[in-house]
C-alpha cells in the first residue's frame, strides 16, 4: 500500500513538471537535474542552451536503439535533447578531428571514430549551417550532438533550457 502510494505520488509530481515545463535530465551532456523550458521572445543564437527535439528520421531511431537516446513525448518517441547552439544558419562548420566553427576551434569538441561500445559512428562531413537548422553541441566528450547527427531542424525547439536544482558530478 505505502508504495503503491508513494508511486502514485511520483506520477503525479513527474505529470505536473512535465506540464509545467520541467523536465529532469539524466544525462551528462548538461548538468544532472531539474531544469525548466522556458519560452524563447527572441531569435536563438549560439551559446544559448536549449530543449529540442529530434527529427524522427532512421537516423535518430539507429542512436535510440545504440541507447543514446532515451524514450520520450518528441515526435518518434524520443526524448527532447538538451544541448548548446553552437552555430545557426549561414555559419559555416568543419569537421577534422574536432569542430571548428566559421574557422574557429570549438572548445571540448573532440570527433570520436566509434562509441562507447567500440562500435563505429560516423561524423557529420561539415558545411554551411541551412536556414531554419541548428548545429547543436555538448561538452560532454561522449556527447551524441550535431558532431555525428548534423544540424537540426529549429521546428523542433521547445525554449530555452534553465537550470533549477542541478548538480555537475
Known amino acids: 500500500m ?8 511520483v506520477a503525479s509530481v513527474g505529470t505536473i513538471a512535465t506540464v509545467g515545463g520541467y523536465r529532469l535530465n539524466l544525462t551528462p551532456s548538461e548538468p544532472l537535474g531539474l531544469w525548466r523550458i522556458e519560452k524563447l521572445d527572441r531569435p536563438v543564437k549560439a551559446g544559448d542552451i536549449v ?25 518518434g518517441g ?6 548548446t547552439v553552437a ?4 555559419q559555416h562548420v568543419e569537421i577534422t578531428d574536432h569542430v571548428a566553427i566559421d574557422g574557429r576551434s570549438l572548445a571540448a569538441s573532440a570527433v570520436r571514430k566509434t562509441d562507447g561500445e567500440g562500435r563505429t559512428i560516423a561524423p557529420y562531413p561539415g558545411g554551411n549551417v541551412p536556414s531554419g537548422h541548428l548545429y ?18 529549429d521546428s523542433g525547439l521547445l525554449g530555452l533550457a534553465r537550470q533549477v536544482l542541478t548538480f555537475d558530478p
Open 78 to 83: 524520443f526524448a527532447p535533447l538538451i544541448k
Open 136 to 153: 547543436l553541441h555538448s561538452f560532454f566528450a561522449s556527447s551524441y550532438d550535431s558532431r555525428y547527427f548534423g544540424p537540426v531542424p
Open 51 to 75: 530543449f529540442i527535439c529530434s527529427p524522427a528520421t532512421a537516423p535518430f531511431e539507429e542512436a535510440r536503439l545504440r541507447g543514446y537516446l532515451r524514450r520520450g513525448l518528441c515526435a
Open 2 to 9: 505505502l508504495l503503491s502510494t508513494l508511486l502514485m505520488a
Open 87 to 90: 552555430a545557426i544558419p549561414g
